[in-house]
T-cell receptor, first 105, second 114 residues
Framework: KNEVEQSPQNLTAQEGEFITINCSYSVGISALHWLQQHPGGGIVSLFMLSSGKKKHGRLIATINIQEKHSSLHITASHPRDSAVYICAVGRQFYFGTGTSLTVIP | DAGVIQSPRHEVTEMGQEVTLRCKPISGHNSLFWYRQTMMRGLELLIYFNNNVPIDDSGMPEDRFSAKMPNASFSTLKIQPSEPRDSAVYFC????????????FGDGTRLSIL
């Protein structure tokens, strides 16, 4: 049983495309985190959100608490966005399996 | 601004040996997290501390693993005795307050147990 499901698992896009990564969860949460893991292995926290929507540059994260669903959008994607994007929820930090994104020039 | 500092970056040792991983959180952060990442299981929370006190250690796999935070600027994760299945990347992260704040991750320690 997975508390957090992400889709798609793998995604290849052309530079400039609009990208959406989805995260659905089954546990009650106070906050949801989106993380980015670079090809070199480093992890960066992109967003922490508990309601509504947040925007940072070309990245937008939304969450619907009632539907237990969050999305991460990347506008005007760029090859440097290539990374694994991971959703995490709950005090126990249940992690999704990640979405591997490759943006082709 | 110094981020979360982990040491060593890489560790290769033989099974049965004691392994100690170290973490220095960002100054002023009062929550510290230890994670493990493997290909099979992805990222897993092992333990987290709030104000140097362990709050949730339910992710610690077994008694061979122990973690301490003797003060606000230092934490260790110890494995004794180590086994090949402990091979993974271990990340430390810190935040300003608990699991509902953004976390800052260290670069990780890549551990190989032969």
């Amino acid at each position: 049983k997975n508390e957090v499901e992400q889709s798609p698992q793998n995604l290849t896009a052309q530079e400039g495309e609009f990208i959406t990564i989805n995260c659905s969860y089954s546990v009650g949460i106070s906050a949801l985190h989106w993380l980015q893991q670079h090809p070199g292995g480093g992890i960066v926290s992109l967003f922490m959100l508990s309601s509504g929507k947040k925007k940072h540059g070309r990245l937008i994260a939304t969450i619907n608490i009632q539907e237990k669903h969050s999305s991460l959008h990347i506008t005007a994607s760029h090859p440097r966005d290539s990374a694994v994007y991971i959703c995490a929820v709950g005090r126990q930090f249940y992690f999704g399996t990640g979405t591997s994104l490759t943006v082709i020039p | 601004d110094a981020g979360v500092i982990q040491s060593p970056r890489h560790e290769v040792t033989e099974m049965g040996q004691e392994v100690t991983l170290r973490c220095k959180p960002i100054s002023g952060h009062n929550s510290l997290f230890w994670y493990r990442q493997t290909m099979m299981r992805g990222l897993e929370l092992l333990i987290y501390f709030n104000n140097n006190v362990p709050i949730d250690d339910s992710g610690m796999p077994e008694d061979r693993f122990s973690a301490k935070m003797p003060n606000a600027s230092f934490s260790t994760l110890k494995i004794q005795p180590s086994e090949p299945r402990d091979s993974a990347v271990y990340f430390c992260a810190s935040s300003s307050s608990g699991a509902s704040q953004p976390q800052h991750f260290g670069d990780g320690t890549r551990l190989s147990i032969l």
